[in-house]
Every structure is written in structure tokens, then in C-alpha cells.
């Protein structure tokens, strides 16, 4: 109980380097077997098409319910995973973990649901990276054309030339690249030529006030005008209004995500919206 005070304590008064680092320490001691005890698990988000609002995916999105710090925010405990090599063990396990779902739900019928799935710069830098995903393929039989991998643009990724054979050989298995938080990241343009994502996930940082404020509009506008040069498709992320909603689609976008439509829900949850929006409102890719 002390624990979780101090824990809440913190957000709510800026904590002195002494106490974040403490903190910090705490993290990365708790989170190792945090996989083991079951305290870490998967939510999906619902992506949808813009213009009739089908369901075109769904994003996993990890959790971490501790037993004393209470649900830890992947925000804070990416970055202490990404430090201490721990990123690994836990990609992999999101990477089976969100495999095995879809091809429950494939059984289930939402046979060509996209699964996203998030993963850090530093996974790139395993030298068995893309072993482990056709191995993650193979055991659960997904069909590796439903498997996005969402990558957000950053300076952890330094050996691009390494990144971009990696990628290449994903794709020729049929997985497929979005990037992640764009246009809030680094080298954004250069990125798009060498890793030629199919989507671009527009950060929520530029849907947010959208409609109040012209130069995050315009940004958006150039956002989808790149997107549509390049060939790619358009995700915003973060819509949380119908006003939001209606910008994005009047400017062409064409998938959105975010509260407005649904929160991030545990499988189960999640399946029942499905079967409540009689999923597929429109015949898929196959
Ligand atoms: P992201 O991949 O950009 O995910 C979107 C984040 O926005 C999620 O936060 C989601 O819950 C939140 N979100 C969705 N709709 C809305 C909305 O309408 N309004 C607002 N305010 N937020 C919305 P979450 O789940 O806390 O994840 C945060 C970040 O942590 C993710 O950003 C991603 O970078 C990272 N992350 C999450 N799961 C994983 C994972 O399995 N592996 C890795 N490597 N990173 C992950
Ligand atoms: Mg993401
Ligand atoms: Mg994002
Ligand atoms: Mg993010």
C-alpha cells in the first residue's frame, strides 16, 4: 500500500531525480517475471474504415497489472524494458501472444481481421529478430497477410541499411509495415522511401484540436496528401469526437482509431463487439 502511494504521489507532484530513479529501479526489478507471475496481457483497439466505419483491424496493445503498483502504463515501462534488453522477451511473447488471437478469431469467423502489433526499434537490433517472427508464424499458423508490425520512427533505429533487408524479408512473407506516431518522430520523408510501410499512423498530437485549430488541420491535410503520393494508406489515431471524425473524413483519411469509436478492450471484450457490429460489414481482402 505504501508502494502504490508513492506510486500515485508521483503523478501528481513533478518527483525529484532521486525519486524517478527509484522508481525506475523498481520497474525494471518488478517487471522481470512480470510475464510468468500473468500480469502482463493484451488489449485490442478497433481500427475502422473511414467512409463506412467497417472494421478493418484491430491494434494489441500490452498491459501490466501489478499486484501493489496497480496497471502500469506501457509508457513507462516500454522505455525500462527497451533499457534493459527485457524489450526482447517481451516482443516476442506480444508477438505469439497476438498471433494466437488472431487465428482464434480467424476461427471464429473475423477471418481477415488485421492484427497490429507494436514493436520497439530495439527489437530490430536482435540478430534472430526475423527468425523468431516466421517461427512465431509457423507455431501458430497465422496467416502472416492479416500480421501488421507498427514501428514508430526513431533514432534507435541506426542501422537502416540492416532494418530495410530485415522489413524486405518480412514482407516477402506477406507482413506488412505501418509507421507509427508520424510526423512526430525523426527523418520521417527518408524513412518512407527505404521502408516502404503500406500505412501511416497519423500521432494523435495533430488529430488532437483538429478542428479548432487550422495548422494542426493543414498538417493532417499533408500528412494524407504524402500518404497518397507514396501510395500508402492514412490512420489518425486518437479521434475521440465526431468533429474529429468528420474532418478526417472530409479530408480523405482512411482509417481512423481512437475512444470515439472504441477504448482498448481485453479479447474477450472485444469479440463481443465484433459479433454486436456483425463483423465483416464488408467482404475483406479474401
Ligand atoms: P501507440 O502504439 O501509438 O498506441 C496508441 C496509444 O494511444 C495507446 O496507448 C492507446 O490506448 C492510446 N489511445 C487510443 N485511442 C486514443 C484516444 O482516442 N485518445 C487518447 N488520448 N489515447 C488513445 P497505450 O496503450 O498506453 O500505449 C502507449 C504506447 O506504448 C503505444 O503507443 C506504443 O508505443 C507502446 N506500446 C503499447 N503496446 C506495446 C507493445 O506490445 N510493444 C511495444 N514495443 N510497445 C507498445
Ligand atoms: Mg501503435
Ligand atoms: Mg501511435
Ligand atoms: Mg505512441
Known amino acids: 500500500e505504501a508502494k502504490k502511494n508513492r506510486h500515485q504521489k508521483s503523478l ?16 525494471e526489478n518488478e517487471l522481470r517475471g512480470a510475464i510468468e507471475r500473468g500480469e502482463i496481457s493484451l488489449h485490442y483497439q478497433l481500427q475502422q474504415n473511414i467512409q463506412h466505419c467497417g472494421i478493418v483491424g484491430v491494434e494489441a496493445l500490452i498491459r501490466w497489472n501489478h499486484p501493489v ?13 527497451e533499457e ?15 498471433c494466437r488471437q ?14 497490429s502489433i507494436n514493436v520497439s526499434p530495439y527489437q530490430f537490433q536482435d540478430e534472430l529478430f526475423v527468425e523468431k517472427i516466421l517461427h512465431t508464424l509457423r507455431e501458430t499458423g497465422v496467416d502472416a497477410r492479416q500480421i501488421t508490425l507498427e514501428v514508430t520512427e526513431s ?6 541499411e540492416k532494418v530495410s ?68 494508406e492514412v490512420l489518425a489515431e486518437g479521434v475521440e469526437t465526431e468533429n474529429q471524425l468528420q474532418f478526417l473524413r472530409a479530408a480523405g483519411c482512411d482509417e481512423v482509431q481512437g475512444y470515439y469509436l472504441s477504448r482498448p478492450l481485453p479479447a474477450e471484450a472485444l469479440e463481443q463487439r465484433l459479433r454486436l457490429k456483425g463483423y465483416p460489414l464488408t467482404t475483406g481482402a479474401d
Not at 503498483?69 to 524494458?81: D, K, M, N, R, T
Not at 534493459?84 to 497476438?98: L, P, R, S, Y
Not at 488472431?102 to 492484427?115: K, T
Not at 533514432?155 to 537502416?160: C, G, K, P, S, T
Request: with cysteine; charged share 25%.
Open 165 to 232: 533487408s530485415q522489413l524486405r524479408l518480412l514482407r516477402q512473407w506477406g507482413i506488412k509495415l505501418a509507421i507509427d506516431d508520424f510526423g512526430t518522430g525523426y527523418a520521417s520523408l527518408k524513412y518512407l522511401r527505404t521502408f516502404e510501410p503500406h500505412l501511416l499512423k497519423i500521432d494523435r498530437f495533430f488529430v488532437d484540436g483538429i478542428d479548432v485549430e487550422a495548422e494542426r488541420g493543414d498538417m493532417v491535410r499533408a500528412i494524407i496528401a504524402i500518404g497518397r503520393s507514396l501510395n500508402m
Open 12 to 27: 501528481f507532484f513533478e518527483p525529484c531525480f532521486g525519486e524517478r530513479l527509484a522508481y525506475k529501479v523498481e520497474l
Open 155 to 160: 533514432l534507435a533505429i541506426r542501422d537502416v
Open 84 to 98: 534493459t534488453g527485457m524489450i526482447i522477451a517481451i516482443g516476442e511473447w506480444v508477438m505469439k501472444t497476438a
Open 102 to 115: 488472431q487465428v482464434s478469431w480467424a476461427e471464429a469467423g473475423f477471418g481477415s481481421l488485421r492484427m
Open 69 to 81: 503498483l496497480g496497471s502500469v502504463s506501457p509508457v513507462e515501462f516500454i522505455p525500462v524494458a
